[in-house]
């Protein structure tokens, strides 16, 4: 019975802690901001499936390849490439190690592209949304160098690995291990690796570029239409 009651008592507390750690009126507050951002990185996205497929025509192998998938499969197995656990289906997600977006500038070719878990693709957004990384070069390194050793001791990366491995040796091979797979896949397709890293600023420039101009495109056509409409608000007012 008292067994019992410590779960119940538990559980709520563990429900008022998740309650709490989300702010609803910070989640409405940032809402608009967010759809207008969203369609730049989309297009930022578009854009670089776009270079990617010119790359992948011209070095002869796109990440459906089988000669890649085996590649993926022989490195990982089935498992998620960060951290190692069996891959369920709906459970995984196709993994960009450099993540497609303004600040990774990540590209859908051999040697970038892989499977992980849904969790650990989600976890691994707060590195991939980073302007500048300092635990390493590049996002999926960041994402494997939370190790507890140089970040604060809130950072939620450090906790989610702590969370799956509590042994600390164990924790430290592991996220080891995982580098030097990944490691190896990329060196096994380097002429897409290093092209994409030689091109990267070039691209970045133009990505950064796309995605002001179409904030700033956004923002004035939105504008220009809500004035078009030229409704009457009045019947909105507040009366006495
Ligand atoms: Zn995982
Ligand atoms: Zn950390």
């Known amino acids: 019975m008292v067994a019992w009651v410590a779960i119940c008592w538990r559980s709520s507390e563990a429900r008022e802690e998740s309650r709490m ?30 270079v990617s497929r010119r790359a992948c025509l011209a070095g002869g192998m796109t990440v459906s390849n089988p000669d890649y998938l085996r590649a993926v499969v022989d490195a990982f197995g089935h498992r998620c490439i960060y951290c190692g656990r069996d891959l369920e289906h709906d459970r995984a997600a196709v993994e960009h190690l450099d993540g497609m977006n303004r600040f990774r500038v990540g590209l859908h070719v051999p040697g970038n592209v892989a499977v992980s878990c849904r969790r650990c693709n989600n976890e691994k957004r707060r590195d991939d949304q980073k302007p500048c990384l300092t635990l390493a070069g ?20 450090c906790t989610y690995w702590s ?29 897409f690796v290093s092209w994409s890293e030689l091109a990267r600023p070039a691209i970045q420039h133009r990505v950064e570029g796309l995605y002001r101009a179409c904030q ?9 239409l809500t004035s078009e409409l030229n409704f009457d608000f009045s019947a909105l007012k507040v009366t006495d």
Not at 138 to 157: I, M, P, Q, Y
Not at 166 to 189: G, N, Q, V, W, Y
Request: hydrophobic share 35%; aromatic share 8%.
């Open 216 to 224: 700033d495109f956004a923002t004035g056509e939105i504008d220009k």
């Open 163 to 191: 969370a799956i491995w509590p042994d600390e040796s164990e924790k430290l091979m592991t996220l080891h291990e995982a580098c030097d797979r990944i490691r190896l896949l990329r060196k096994s397709f380097g002429r």
């Open 138 to 157: 590049s996002g999926w390194e960041s994402f494997l160098s939370h190790d507890g050793s140089r970040c604060s001791v809130n950072c939620k990366t």
């Open 21 to 50: 750690s989300f702010d609803s009126t910070k989640a409405l507050r940032s809402a608009t901001g967010r759809a207008k951002s969203d369609v730049a990185n989309k297009l930022v996205s578009m854009f670089l499936h776009e």
